[in-house]
């Protein structure tokens, strides 16, 4: 049964695309808190003048060596960006900006002039061919299966591990910094270490999926998590559930319309994106919207309340209790009376006699809850 699922190559496909993207989402949601999405842009590209140099020390072109290599150069970067940022010339952005290009540029020239005959290209490591998964094997027992599927499985196991043990200091370390340093976490060795993990985790799945997808991976399923929940650890579990539903539909989409089954999966996380964009319960532009609405509503039932109180007791009471008045002096046309009435028919806060409205006793009570700090303020300015 087992080598029949191994043979399965669809299945292999999404395993691994799957493989990939909660790697990469379980490193990247802390990025994305940070403000530090951009590092795995650097990151992903830089490693290609990690590769290669190792590949020119070792002439190895996968493996742990590689792994490390790759992990070192996105050390490098950051500790470059870092240096440059603090002279205090330019932006840490533009840091980021100066230095990726530069280490990538490099990579790009030393493949050129030192690795031509070799299978090490810019083509390769940026965008990568998770169709061609299936082809490239290892034997484990009397299985044959995916190399890559086995090299992803272990980063995410890996990656796992290292956000499951320290949850609580990476926590810390990324709402606040300075409480972590003050207990002894070293929130800068914290996020070296989480940095270090970013670098492995894009050259382990450079040859199935390329840099290209590991960067959608690593930023959009956390960023739309982060649109769905404000805690930490759900919006761990929604970016990796995102990164797989991206891989199951980006695969059989890209089989239906014949497309690039890695490029149909970066897209469908910002399908992803833009549903939890549109839908997300607080984030969401539709929540957003009936909040507003909402809260529209409310303070048009609070306006009538207050006036109906202010005139409580006056000799014009009866005059300006009837819905005529209310668009006379609140300037509401029939709908918005008719909206506003009944809103606050539910809420209790006023009763109606046929024209003539009426305050409650709650109604009453959220008038003087309103006003009273209006009157202290006026007593206060006197």
Known sequence: MLAALFDNIALMIIATGALVGIAASLVGTFLVLRGNSMLTDAISHSIVFGIVMVWLLTHEQAGPVQIVGAALTGLLTVFLTELLANTRRVANDAAIGLVFPVLFSIGVLLLNLYARDVHIDQHTVLLGEIGFVWLDTVDIGPY??????????????????????????????????????????????????????????????????????????????PAAAYLLTDRLSRMLVYGCVIAIASSVSGCFLAVAWDVSIGGMMAVMTGVFLVLAVLFGPRHGLIAR?????????ANACRTLVVHLYNHEGEPRQAEESVTRALREHLLWDAVAVRRVVSDSLERGWIMRDDDMLSLTPEGRAAAREILEPWRQDVADAA
Do not use: C, W
């Open 289 to 297: 919207s009936l909040r507003r609405r909402g809260q529209h509503a």
């Open 144 to 221: 044959r299966v995916p190399h890559s599927l086995v090299v992803m499985g272990a980063m995410t196991l890996v990656n796992l591990a290292f956000v499951t043990l320290l949850y609580k200091e990476l926590k810390l370390a990324t709402f606040d910094r300075a409480l972590a340093h003050a207990l002894g976490f070293a929130p800068g060795l914290l996020f070296y270490a989480l940095l270090a993990l970013t670098s492995s985790t894009a050259v382990a799945a450079f040859d199935a999926v390329g840099a290209i997808l590991f960067i959608a991976f690593a930023i959009v399923p």
